[in-house]
């Protein structure tokens, strides 16, 4: 079963606009990441933050994590046509190995 | 190489037939998973190797799945007496170091497969 849930399911902004996409958790956490998927095909991996970590920047991309509330954003500013994709968060539970649990991801869309 | 390779890249087979899918990981990479993705859904774990530890199975759907590992390098799965259900995009991915806080796994482009 998938425990991170992503809302929304979907969005769609113009180009320019900043993406604000969530996700939920439910069991405690080493790492939380961010995955972004084209055409349904490979992930590339986009940012980690560690449990100890509230915020974290990248590039475009700002993460924040919430263990108190089991939550993480991902925003990504200025958004361009290019940032279509799905974004899917995935986490690192304590004691569980290396076994990441995924979302079920935000399909973005960047129009022009 | 420099990243993770999958073949092949697309597989259609008739329900009742058994299918290799190939991954090969980063090398010097330690570990390996496989993922299955069911049409717009997210990412399913199915298996993972580390060195030379017993493989954690906890994910396999049914005994109709199995995974090797060989040399600790290209790993196959293995999907026996292939069901319509199976039909996925097969996702492999290695990472340096297994466990800790930062550790990140590095995705191939995925094995489409269709099962008719």
């Known amino acids: 079963s998938q425990q991170g849930e992503e809302d929304p399911q979907a969005l769609s902004i113009q180009e320019g606009e900043n993406a604000t996409m969530n996700c939920s958790y439910k069991?405690?956490?080493?790492?939380l990441q961010w995955y972004r998927q084209n055409s349904g095909r490979g992930l590339v991996h986009l940012i980690l933050?560690?449990?100890?970590?509230r915020e974290k920047h990248s590039g475009r991309l700002r993460v924040t994590l919430d263990t108190s509330k089991k939550s993480s954003s991902l925003l990504i500013t200025a958004s361009r046509a290019a940032d279509t994709a799905s974004y899917f968060c995935a986490t690192l539970p304590t004691g569980g190995g290396n076994k990441l649990t995924f979302g079920t991801g935000t399909q973005l869309k960047v129009e022009l | 190489g420099a990243g993770v390779s999958q073949s092949p890249s697309n597989k259609v087979t008739e329900k009742g037939k058994d299918v290799e899918l190939r991954c090969d990981p980063i090398s010097g990479h330690t570990a390996l998973y496989w993922y299955r993705q069911s049409l717009g859904q997210g990412l399913e774990f199915l298996i993972y190797?580390?060195?030379?530890?017993?493989?954690?199975k906890s994910g396999l759907p049914s005994d109709r799945f199995s995974a090797e590992r060989t040399g600790g390098s290209v790993s196959t799965l293995t999907i026996q007496r292939t069901q319509q259900e199976d039909s996925a995009v097969y996702l492999c991915?290695?990472?340096?170091?297994?466990?800790?806080?930062?550790?990140?796994?590095?995705f191939g482009p995925g094995t489409r497969l269709t099962v008719l």
């Open positions: 069991t405690s956490i080493n790492n």
């Open positions: 991915a290695s990472s340096k170091l297994a466990g800790g806080s930062t550790d990140t796994q590095y």
């Open positions: 933050i560690r449990s100890n970590e």
């Open positions: 190797f580390q060195g030379n530890s017993a493989p954690d």
